[in-house]
């Protein structure tokens, strides 16, 4: 069945770029049905949206990172990726990449395991 | 957009039904009928538990409601099990291929 997993850095110096990737198997990442998305939870605290991209490219954005945050897709690859620039001690955090409907907008029905992420120089 | 709002922790016996508010505007829970709710134990990826306000996906136990009433989505657990400890979050629709998540409620079976 479809799997989704995160990969990266697990370290990032402040003011640098966060990048990370999430790699789809066991589908297709072009399904029409779905966009892919990126949503983060700092430790002890709760989800935060940060933005969901679509296989045609194109993305949406949580508007509180809009500035700083770029999500790509690479079909060939099935793969997307998050790129989150000038991060800060703020964006420490548990990285989910995940699957979500386009019509039940709403349902982030596959997720994949999670990566921690910590900004420290 | 601010997030939605729930409440920090809720308790129950096994056995009780408790039920999870999350209170939103006009212009995401009260305008969409959007809203998903999430289970998500400690150290884990959240799980799909209630989409488009009350579809459950298959597999889910039926031990699990959701509801709507103007800006506030509820989500019910019957039955409380051990098992259902954990943190529970909603999620709406906000508009413009946006979402917005609540902040979470620990639920603990005493």
């Known amino acids: 069945q479809l799997q989704l997993q995160e990969s990266g850095p697990g370290l990032v110096k402040p003011s640098e770029t966060l990048s990370l990737t999430c790699t789809v198997s066991?589908?297709?990442?072009?399904?029409?049905?779905?966009?892919w998305g990126w949503i983060r939870q700092p430790p002890g605290k709760g989800l935060e949206w940060i933005g969901s991209?679509?296989?045609?490219?194109?993305?949406y954005y949580n508007a509180s990172l809009k500035s700083r945050v770029s999500i790509s897709v690479d079909t060939s690859k099935t793969q997307f990726s998050l790129r989150l620039n000038s991060v800060t001690a703020t964006d420490t955090a548990v990285y989910f990449c995940?699957?979500?409907?386009?019509?039940?907008?709403?349902?982030?029905?596959?997720w994949g395991q999670g990566t921690m992420v910590t900004v420290s120089s | 957009q601010s997030g939605l709002t729930q409440p920090a922790s809720v308790s129950g016996s096994p056995g009780q039904s408790i039920t999870i508010s999350c209170i939103g505007t006009?212009?995401?829970?009260?305008?969409?009928?959007?809203v998903s709710w999430y289970q998500q134990h400690p150290g884990k990826a959240p799980i799909l538990l209630v989409y488009?306000?009350?579809q459950r996906p298959s597999g889910v136990s039926s031990r699990f409601s959701g509801s709507k009433s103007a800006n506030t989505a509820s989500l019910t657990i019957s039955g409380l099990q051990a098992e259902d400890a954990a943190d529970y979050y909603c999620?709406?629709?906000?508009?413009?291929?946006?979402?917005?998540f609540g902040g979470g409620t620990k639920v603990t079976v005493l």
């Open positions: 995940a699957r979500h409907h386009l019509i039940s907008y709403d349902a982030f029905d596959i």
């Open positions: 066991g589908g297709s990442i072009s399904n029409s049905n779905y966009f």
């Open positions: 991209i679509y296989y045609t490219e194109k993305a």
């Open positions: 006009s212009s995401d829970v009260g305008y969409y009928n959007y």
């Open positions: 488009d306000v009350n």
């Open positions: 999620c709406s629709y906000g508009g413009s291929s946006t979402v917005i």
